[in-house]
């Protein structure tokens, strides 16, 4: 039994302690807007955040998130970036197949986060880490730099 | 090779399609969210629609229905992979319908003979053929929809039809009066469904040819989107797959104790393509297959290397083979002076982002599958076969795709599941790993192709050939034959029709198979043979001292549309105009799909041999357009697709295994090494061609042209070698 906050609520799991946070939140869960691309960590597909940080979820057990605060997809409205960052997703039409994007929205409020003003450069250094297989990047960083100038209209 | 199914020969779409099983969808609501935007449909009525479409609903065909309030519903036989069909299938009924596009939703088609796709003649999304194949039917039924509806107002008014005209949703009298779709619902039932419908002139066209958001984003971008991978069911047990690791081996022998042990594990089973385990999860499962100890007979392609297939390739090239398409004599020029040059393509993975799942249940009832499918309609009867039903007993359930570029319409992993399923008697989920889902065959084949080509004293040219080699996709797929005069149409597209004029002209295709099982990968054939032909008229062009687009310009005096994209990219391209220091440009051109292409590459090298590519400018002429926006980013997706296939993209095998895995050895593109990409459309009034899958195959030689731009090297093989261009 291992006891981790997600989107909010203290929830105890009962998947083996090695079990990566992902397949807790999916299988055990059944929260499925984090996505399986890799299971190593090298496509962005499952980012989550742990305390406000981006991770890949796929490579987190879940013991080493118990007592730490998940934040997924699913609570990403509610948050004043996560929100404008959506809200600049559905403005430009970013995704095509749309499977990597859960990842690419994590990873992206993540960044906006921390940055307000996220040069070519920071996005670069931010995203490099999501694949879209649909090659929606220039959209990505378009949406991007919408969200961030959406934020600074509002103060 | 082995065919590894069979594909029924007629795929029995029967109209055996229940209304939903409440609880079931129940169960699809997930993370304690219900679906979003979009409702995945297991409740259309298949036949007898009229009679079974629900009290109040207006349904005059299978593709759409109106409610009271005014709201549309289209029902969309085609999967929705990336490439917008949910969008722009929605567009054409919609345009002719007059419907107002905020009040249009979507929702997916059960396998029913209504939704097959009038190209394949089954229920099928591929080959860029959606709207090719969609254009009239779709509009049709929009329009069919909108005459019972323009006659239902005017029995209500009490005037003739040809007092009323549409728009947004309403019929409006000549005098001002109107009555709202939703309202008109009851009276628009009664009314005879039209023998014949008049289309709009184009040039009335109000919502194609613009832009306009998709139904699939809000889902999309909240993770409320279900992808098959997301399908859960009570009491199901996920599976992770052993199978083996040479292509064609079998198992021998296996020992589960291992994998028993680990917890979550429920069951070990093996079928004809190797052994599974079941668990709880993903995660067990996962493990305890990782700790099977299982003995393969690897079986006849034990020994199976790249290097003894690039051979078998390039022996049968210089052989010769089957006549594909000759012009004049190649045998009497006499040359001034000629060269000659061999290409080279490896296996592709097609790497979608959603590794390849499905979920099968198997009951007494029947089976029923949920899936992220391009080939439900095949699979119905696939299916049925292989669970010893009648098709009529497979339901299966389209799940958004999380990518499919081909690779989606092969059977394979919803066979598995169903065999899985079956044996489990209990739901199973079969999920491939990312490894399992890069070693699942199904490449984009391998080839070489031989090419010569004389010029006279004045040089232009005279001849020109080519001697194909690969192996057949055609008698790969299992629904097709190689055609009596022994010319694979998938190894041929591209480079039998290239579109250049020459007096003299030779192409030969010599089939090798090397045993590996290939399938359709975005577009096909010209994903490799845009990149030799275009490649090697740039050798020709430098042969020639010629300017590249000034070369392809001269001798596509006979084609008009490849001339138009060719010099529509070159001038948005400044195409001899000066560019910064050490950036270089390359043009190529492709017709593919029944859409034109062609690509300007900005592209510079490093001393190290580093490959930058700056910026690309695309021309694509697919004819008329349902959504620019959507065919902007197709273009651009196929692109980077390209980008990643030109610069990294290798399947290769020793000893019998393949060698690559997870991204780390079969590499993406990344944000980061992605260019600027403009996409300037063709004003056409032709019949629409593909978009899906037409940007991607001028982009490599574009890319190959413009290093050769840049350095005086000619890379002639995929991916492109940069390491030839490490300067000393
Ligand atoms: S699934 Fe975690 S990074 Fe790919
Ligand atoms: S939208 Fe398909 S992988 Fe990114």
Avoid at chain 1, 73 to 86: C, H, K, R
Avoid at chain 2, 511 to 535: D, K, L
Avoid at chain 2, 627 to 651: D, F, H, V
Avoid at chain 2, 661 to 666: L, R, V
Wanted: hydrophobic share 40%; with cysteine.
């Amino acid at each position: 039994m291992t006891t981790i906050t997600v989107n909010g609520k203290a929830v105890t799991v009962t998947a083996t302690p090695d079990t990566p946070v992902l397949w807790v939140l999916r299988d055990e869960l059944g929260m499925t807007g984090t996505k399986f691309g890799c299971g190593m960590a090298l496509c962005g597909a499952c980012t989550v955040h742990l305390n406000g940080e981006p991770v890949r979820s796929c490579s987190l057990p879940v013991s080493a998130a118990a007592g730490h605060k998940i934040t997924t997809i699913e609570a990403m409205s509610v948050t004043p970036v996560g929100s404008a960052v959506q809200a600049s997703w559905l403005a430009l039409d970013v995704p095509q197949c749309g499977y990597c994007q859960s990842g690419q929205i994590m990873s992206a409020s993540a960044l906006l986060a921390k940055n307000r003003t996220p040069s070519d450069g920071d996005i670069d250094q931010a995203m490099a880490g999501n694949i879209c297989r649909c090659g929606t990047y220039n959209q990505i960083r378009a949406a991007i730099k919408d969200a961030a100038a959406s934020m600074s209209g509002r103060g | 090779m082995t065919t590894i199914f069979n594909w029924s020969s007629e795929t029995e779409c029967t109209a055996e399609v229940a209304l939903g099983n409440p609880s079931r969808r129940d169960f699809l609501k997930v993370g304690g969210m219900a679906l979003g935007g979009l409702t995945l449909a297991f409740a259309l009525p298949g036949t007898n629609r009229l009679a079974q479409a629900a009290v109040g609903t207006f349904q005059p065909n299978a593709y759409l229905r109106i409610a009271t309030d005014g709201q549309v519903t289209v029902t969309c036989g085609l999967s929705e992979m990336g490439q917008g069909v949910h969008t722009s299938i929605p567009m054409l009924i919609a345009e002719e319908l007059d419907a107002d596009w905020s009040s249009v939703r979507v929702e997916q088609a059960p396998v029913d003979k209504a939704f097959n796709n009038p190209y394949f003649k089954m229920q099928a999304t591929g080959g860029s053929t959606s709207i090719r194949a969609h254009w009239q039917p779709m509009r049709e039924a929009g329009a069919a929809a909108r005459s019972m509806l323009v006659a239902a107002a005017a029995q209500t008014w009490k005037v003739p039809v040809s007092e009323c005209r549409t728009e947004s949703g309403q019929v409006i009298h000549g005098s001002g009066k109107s009555l709202a779709y939703g309202d008109l619902v009851t009276t628009a039932a009664k009314q005879d469904v039209p023998a014949k419908v008049v289309l709009k002139d184009p040039a009335q066209f109000r919502l194609l040819g613009r832009d306009q958001h998709r139904l699939d984003t809000p889902p999309k971008v909240d993770g409320s989107a279900k992808y098959g991978l997301d399908v859960r069911l009570p009491g199901m047990l996920t599976a992770v797959l052993a199978r083996s690791p040479v292509p064609g081996g079998k198992v021998v022998s296996f020992d589960a104790s291992k994998a028993k042990a680990v917890p979550g594990v429920r069951q070990v089973l093996q079928i004809p393509n190797g052994v599974a385990v079941l668990a709880d999860g993903y995660w067990a499962a996962r493990k305890g297959r990782d700790l099977l100890d299982i003995k393969w007979d690897a079986g006849p392609l034990a020994s199976l290397s790249s290097s003894t297939i690039s051979k078998m390739f390039t022996d049968a090239a210089s052989k010769g083979g089957a006549l594909a398409r000759a012009n004049g004599d190649v045998s009497t020029v006499k040359a001034n002076h000629s060269i000659a040059a061999t290409y080279e393509a490896p296996y592709l993975s097609h790497s979608c982002m959603e590794p390849l799942n499905c979920t099968a249940s198997v009951t007494a009832d029947g089976v029923e599958i949920w899936a992220g499918t391009q080939s439900q309609g095949p699979a119905q009867g696939i299916l049925s076969h292989v669970a010893g039903v009648a098709p009529g007993k497979v339901k299966i359930n389209t799940m958004y795709l999380g990518g499919g570029y081909g690779r989606r319409f092969a059977p394979d992993f919803t066979i598995d599941a169903v065999l899985l399923a079956k044996a489990a008697g209990k739901p199973v989920k079969l999920v491939y790993t990312r490894e399992d889902d890069t070693r699942a065959y199904f490449y984009r084949p391998a080839g070489v192709t031989q090419f010569s080509a004389g010029f006279d004293q004045a040089g232009e040219p005279i001849a020109f050939t080519a001697k194909v080699s690969s192996p057949s996709l055609m008698e790969a797929s299992g629904f097709m034959k190689l055609p009596a005069d022994g010319v694979d149409n998938f190894a041929v597209e591209g480079t039998r029709d290239q579109p250049y004029e020459f007096p003299n002209l030779r192409i030969e295709y010599a089939r090798a198979e090397p045993g590996v099982q290939i399938w359709f990968w975005r577009s096909v054939g010209h994903s490799q043979n845009a990149f030799f032909v275009e490649s090697f008229i740039d050798e020709m062009a430098a042969a020639a001292k010629a300017d590249p687009y000034q070369f392809r310009r001269k001798l596509l005096d006979k084609e008009p549309r490849h001339r138009a994209v060719l010099d529509l990219a070159a001038s948005a391209a400044d195409w001899g105009k000066p560019l910064p220091a050490g950036v270089h440009r390359g043009i190529a051109v492709a017709e593919s799909f029944g859409s034109f292409v062609a690509e300007v590459v900005e592209a510079s090298v490093s001393a190290d041999g580093g490959v930058k590519v700056h910026r690309v400018v695309c021309a694509v002429d697919c004819g008329h357009t349902v959504n620019p926006q959507i065919i902007r980013r197709q273009m651009e997706s196929a692109i980077i697709y390209g980008m990643t296939a030109a610069l990294y993209g290798k399947i290769t095998f020793k000893d019998g295994r393949v060698e690559q895995g997870n991204f780390d050895s079969y590499p993406m593109v990344r944000i980061n090494e992605v260019p600027r990409i403009e996409v300037h459309i063709m004003q056409s009034s032709e019949h629409p061609g593909g978009v899906g899958e037409p940007g991607l195959p001028a982009f490599a030689p574009a890319l190959g042209n413009a290093i050769f731009a840049a350095t005086g090297k000619r890379l002639r093989q995929l991916p492109l070698n940069t390491s030839e261009l490490k300067r000393a």
